[in-house]
């Protein structure tokens, strides 16, 4: 069995909190995953082993095995990462990383201690969020701008003419940001949208104009459905049928 709870964080840098918990019965009869790209970037610890670390923003799927146990995570909004981790974004593309190679071994030692320490693993969320978003500050303001007009699908020149910038400046705040240059944070954003509206679409929960992928092509801002496919099977390895 395994159970997934997802917390939604009206924090600046947080987007969420989660937990998952698996016996080692599910651990052991599940195959690996594809871990999908999203922007975001994830603090996590493993209550079972005591490891924290993290996943950076990914450019591709990232394989994962089902571990027993719980892992509790923290996810930062797309862009705001540099203001936990302390690192810009691209430091840990495309990464795991143990907590202590980005902060001081004595930090991270403390705040495993109170991870331990929680009565519950609501209260070790608690204890992890507010642990990376205490910082605050460090991420970029023009950030959400940014991310506003890529995900519009406007072209980089007009990206870097709407925030008063050089092309070149977009692409290195965007790197340290987001993990991403503009191109490819605006393909990591649509293929989200797309993951998202078909999920919803098989959920039941989709609010009409059509269901099917080439709706949702067409809603996400593909050309077409053979674009939306080309772009699933890029980034996340697999049909869309499949990933979901």
């Known amino acids: 069995m395994t159970d997934y709870v997802e917390r939604r964080s009206a924090h600046e840098v947080l987007a969420c909190t989660w937990s998952r918990t698996s016996t080692a019965e599910a651990a052991a009869g599940a195959s690996v995953v594809n871990v999908v790209p999203d922007a975001c970037a994830d603090?996590?610890?493993?209550r079972e082993s005591g490891r924290l670390f993290v996943a950076g923003p990914d450019t591709c799927a990232h394989p994962?095995?089902?571990?027993?146990?719980?892992?509790?995570?923290?996810r930062f909004r797309p862009g705001r990462a540099p203001a936990g981790l302390g690192v810009p974004a691209s430091a840990v593309r495309d990464e795991r990383v143990d907590l202590?190679?980005?902060?001081p071994a004595d930090r991270v030692r403390r705040l495993g201690d109170?991870?331990?320490?929680a009565p519950s693993v609501l209260a070790a969320e608690q204890v992890l969020a507010a642990a990376v978003a205490a910082v605050g500050a460090g991420w970029?303001?023009?950030a959400p701008r940014l991310l506003e007009l890529v995900a519009r699908g406007e072209r980089v020149?007009?990206?870097?003419?709407?925030?008063?910038?050089s092309e070149r400046q977009l692409h290195r705040r965007s790197l340290a940001g987001f993990g991403y240059g503009p191109k490819v944070l605006q393909r990591v954003v649509r293929f989200d949208r797309a993951v998202r509206l078909a999920r919803r679409a098989r959920s039941g929960r989709s609010p009409?104009?059509?269901?099917?992928?080439?709706s949702i092509?067409?809603?996400a801002g593909y050309a077409d459905q053979a674009h939306l496919a080309r772009e699933v099977r890029t980034l996340a390895g697999v049909p869309m049928t499949a990933l979901l």
């Open 114 to 117: 109170e991870l331990a320490a």
């Open 157 to 165: 020149a007009a990206v870097a003419d709407a925030l008063g910038w």
């Open 217 to 219: 092509a067409y809603r």
């Open 43 to 46: 603090v996590m610890w493993h």
């Open 64 to 74: 994962t095995a089902l571990s027993a146990g719980t892992l509790v995570g923290a």
């Open 140 to 142: 970029d303001p023009a």
């Open 208 to 214: 009409g104009r059509g269901a099917g992928l080439a």
């Open 100 to 103: 202590d190679d980005l902060w």
